[in-house]
């Protein structure tokens, strides 16, 4: 399938990531359509788009009603629809039968796995995760991952066009719960919910732990170039040789917390606290 070139784009669901969406193609020069079933979401839209680039002019942004109207003459959809797997997929199906199968129908989803988006449809092989960080028009990264039926050539055409307005694409070679960066995520706070539970260090310092220590240095190489660089002129090799058995022993004493009733209450009353303290508001 030969894809056109990208210049006119519809934002499917206009929340929290399809504003921003919106805010970063129309920033990048593109012609955007958007459409959302939720009464007064077009003001809602366009006052969000002023918060968050309030210099951008607008010109280039008309909303529609209809998702038919919205996905007219576009080249690629992004969708930001609520994250249910059957409210996606009847999303899906309709965004399939009126479209031609040359428009790129990409999903902002958090969690769910692209083969599940493409069931029931006649055109899944340009169905695909283009999985931004929030708020897409200002982090960089975007996850992109094809389903069972998507084609290689979506993928590379979608990792191509978020190059061209400025993202940061890594491509999941597989489907995956929580695709990459969530997972990272996951493992990280798993420990942290556990370290405040077993009483080991406050909120706070846990925070801290992060911000004034490996989160300055993940700023820059990610875990994998600080292996290298950790390992001096041994590389990754001389750092896995002296520190693996050491990290083997902690990976052994991690603990999977379970995110019950007494957890969650037990956690936000201990950021509850933090907060207040450094006198933050949401
Ligand atoms: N919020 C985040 O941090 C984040 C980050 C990355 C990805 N995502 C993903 O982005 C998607 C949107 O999340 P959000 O946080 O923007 O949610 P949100 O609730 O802010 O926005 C969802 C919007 O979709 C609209 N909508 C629902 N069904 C629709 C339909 N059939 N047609 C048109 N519009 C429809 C709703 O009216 C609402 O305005 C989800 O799939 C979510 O997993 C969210």
């Known amino acids: ?63 529609e009603e209809s998702l038919e109207e919205a996905v007219k003459n576009v080249q690629f959809v992004q969708e930001n629809g609520s994250e249910q ?9 309709k965004l399939d039968s009126c479209t031609p199968p040359d428009v790129l129908l990409v999903s902002s989803s ?8 493409q069931t029931g449809t006649s055109y899944p092989e340009r169905i695909l995760l283009g999985h931004p960080f929030n708020p897409p028009h200002l982090i960089p990264l975007v996850e992109v991952c094809g389903g069972e039926h998507t084609s290689d050539e979506a993928v590379e055409r979608t990792i191509e066009f978020y190059r061209s307005v400025g993202k940061k694409p890594i491509r999941l070679k597989k489907e995956i719960k929580g695709h990459v960066a969530n ?4 493992a990280l706070r798993q420990e942290a919910f556990y370290l405040v539970q077993q009483g080991v260090a406050s909120a706070e310092d846990i925070d801290m732990a992060i911000t004034e220590g490996p989160g300055l240095r993940w700023a820059l190489p990610g875990p994998f170039v600080n292996l290298h660089l950790g390992g001096g002129s041994g590389g990754a090799r001389h750092f896995l040789n002296h520190l693996g058995p050491a990290i083997q022993s902690w990976i052994k004493d991690l603990v999977r917390v379970t995110m ?7 956690l936000s009353d201990e950021v509850g606290k933090m907060v207040q303290k450094k006198n933050l508001t949401a």
């Open 183 to 186: 997972r990272l995520q996951a």
């Open 260 to 266: 019950n009733k007494d957890l969650i209450v037990m």
């Open 110 to 117: 958090s969690g769910i796995i692209p083969s599940l988006l």
């Open 85 to 93: 797997t059957d409210l996606k997929q009847e999303l899906f199906r």
């Open 1 to 63: 399938m030969l894809y056109k070139k990208i210049k006119h784009i519809a934002i499917v669901g206009t929340g929290v990531i399809g504003s921003s969406w919106a805010t970063l193609f129309l920033e990048k020069g593109l012609r955007v359509t958007a459409t959302d079933i939720a009464a007064g979401a077009e003001q809602k839209l366009r006052n969000q788009i002023f918060q968050n680039a309030p210099n951008l002019s607008q010109e280039l942004l008309t909303f």
